[in-house]
């Protein structure tokens, strides 16, 4: 494997990051952008025609992008198969011209079938190109996009074995700038309306909230104390009215909200989280050194986030907890023997630090400056 402690001085050149569809994809596919910036390169980023995508970037206007069409790929004998083809071919057709245009060095893709029409296109063009798979199990997309790729970077090791025949960099899951900002805890917390006096757990399923968690705080909510921990719970849009309505019936300082835009300030109040098992979500834990209790969305492919979450709870940095096997009575339990005791927490919180890869979006812009120069 190559070394990817490198430092390159590039004159200046020009990438396509094909990042679109989810955050996961999106978020480190921004925090690269945002370093190419800063070394001078010129960056434009595809991104899906879906609000994620677009509510993200209103964060930053100052990263050009272009919106591209795709859908996921239906099953080989689905008669939807002929209507992915049609599009593929369509959307390939126009990135060809658009690299062209765009007059770019190189293209890397973040995952997602948005990042293959590009990929395919720069390679048949004679460009470097590369893909970021951040989870344990890698996505069927870029299982298929490997094969036009000059190299692969992976987020986590146990992935290199799923691509054999490739050039793989292990260099972690970028997370964003906006999360790299210093932020004054105190000023956070009281802007929740959190108190500085109790453990801060942070409840959060993904964009789209999570049921099976959100049923499981609010049963636990009898079975634990009011005066030792207090909850930033995000529920989704589906379940905010319900929870907190379970909320106001108990004495718990709480913040319920569907989403939150402010997340360096709750990552940085939390001291423990209850959440999926993404891999953005799992750079983002080790950022911020956040034990946590890890609930794997159940429907993920090849049930991938297990696997994300799997060394992270062999390491003592966090539970895995099937959605299957978690209730009111199991959660409360969990929390007061391991995660409301100070020795407990203060142990695990060195061990989540130990999985940070703070320097992600160097080592790729490093190596990606080094083809291209």
């Given at each position: 494997?190559?070394?990817?402690?490198?430092?390159t001085?590039?004159?200046?050149?020009?990438?396509?990051?094909?990042?679109?569809?989810?955050?996961?994809?999106?978020?480190?596919?921004?925090?690269?952008?945002?370093?190419?910036?800063?070394?001078?390169?010129?960056?434009?980023?595809?991104?899906?025609?879906?609000?994620i995508?677009?509510?993200?970037l209103?964060?930053?206007?100052?990263?050009e992008?272009r919106?591209?069409?795709?859908?996921?790929?239906?099953?080989?004998?689905?008669?939807?198969?002929?209507?992915?083809?049609?599009?593929?071919?369509?959307?390939?057709?126009?990135?060809?011209?658009?690299v062209?245009?765009?007059?770019?060095?190189a293209?890397?893709?973040?995952?997602?079938?948005?990042?293959?029409?590009?990929?395919?296109?720069?390679?048949?063009?004679?460009?470097p190109?590369f893909?970021?798979?951040?989870?344990?199990?890698?996505?069927?997309?870029?299982?298929?996009t490997?094969?036009?790729?000059?190299a692969?970077?992976?987020?986590?090791?146990?992935?290199?074995?799923?691509?054999?025949?490739?050039?793989?960099?292990?260099?972690?899951?970028?997370?964003?700038?906006?999360?790299?900002?210093p932020?004054?805890?105190?000023?956070?917390?009281?802007?929740?309306?959190?108190?500085?006096?109790?453990?801060?757990?942070?409840?959060?399923?993904?964009?789209?909230?999570?049921?099976?968690?959100?049923?499981?705080?609010c049963?636990?909510?009898?079975?634990l104390d009011?005066?030792?921990?207090?909850?930033?719970?995000?529920?989704?849009?589906?379940?905010?009215?319900?929870v907190?309505?379970?909320y106001?019936?108990?004495?718990?300082?709480?913040?319920?909200?569907?989403?939150?835009?402010?997340m360096?300030?709750?990552?940085?109040?939390?001291?423990?989280?209850?959440?999926?098992?993404?891999?953005?979500?799992?750079?983002?834990?080790?950022?911020?050194?956040?034990?946590?209790?890890?609930?794997?969305?159940?429907?993920?492919?090849?049930?991938?986030?297990?696997?994300?979450?799997?060394?992270?709870?062999?390491?003592?940095?966090?539970?895995?907890?099937?959605?299957?096997?978690?209730?009111?009575?199991?959660?409360?339990?969990l929390?007061?023997?391991?995660?409301?005791v100070?020795?407990?927490?203060?142990?695990?919180?060195?061990k989540?630090?130990?999985?940070?890869?703070?320097?992600?979006n160097?080592?790729?812009?490093?190596?990606?400056?080094?083809?291209?120069?």
């Open positions: 494997m190559m070394d990817t402690n490198t430092s001085t590039a004159s200046p050149k020009r990438f396509l990051i094909a990042c679109g569809g989810t955050g996961g994809h999106l978020f480190p596919g921004i925090s690269i952008a945002q370093e190419l910036n800063r070394r001078g390169h010129q960056v434009l980023l595809l991104v899906s025609e879906k609000k995508d677009q509510r993200a209103e964060a930053h206007p100052d990263l992008s919106q591209i069409s795709m859908i996921g790929k239906p099953r080989t004998l689905s008669p939807a198969m002929v209507k992915f083809l049609l599009k593929f071919w369509k959307t390939y057709r126009s990135c060809k011209g658009l062209r245009k765009f007059q770019a060095d293209v890397l893709g973040m995952g997602g079938f948005t990042s293959m029409p590009p990929i395919m296109a720069a390679k048949k063009l004679g460009k190109t893909i970021h798979e951040s989870n344990a199990i890698p996505g069927k997309a870029n299982k298929l490997a094969k036009y790729c000059s692969v970077f992976l987020g986590m090791d146990v992935c290199e074995a799923h691509f054999p025949n490739k050039t793989c960099h292990v260099v972690g899951t970028p997370v964003r700038d906006a999360l790299r900002e932020v004054d805890r105190t000023a956070a917390l009281a802007s929740f309306g959190l108190s500085p006096d109790k453990r801060t757990m942070l409840v959060m399923g993904g964009s789209q909230g999570a049921r099976g968690v959100n049923d499981a705080v049963d636990a909510l009898g079975d009011p005066a030792q921990v207090q909850m930033l719970h995000l529920t989704g849009a589906e379940d905010e009215s319900r907190r309505a379970a106001g019936k108990t004495a718990f300082t709480h913040y319920v909200a569907a989403f939150c835009d402010r360096a300030e709750a990552l940085t109040v939390a001291d423990l989280a209850l959440c999926r098992s993404g891999a953005s979500t799992m750079s983002e834990l080790a950022h911020f050194g956040i034990p946590s209790i890890l609930v794997p969305y159940p429907f993920a492919a090849e049930n991938h986030q297990t696997f994300n979450a799997k060394p992270f709870d062999d390491g003592g940095a966090a539970v895995l907890c099937p959605q299957d096997s978690l209730d009111g009575p199991k959660l409360a339990t929390l007061r023997e391991k995660f409301l100070d020795e407990s927490l203060r142990a695990m919180r060195e989540m630090h130990s999985f940070s890869s703070d320097d992600a160097i080592k790729i812009c490093d190596i990606m400056e080094a083809q291209t120069a």
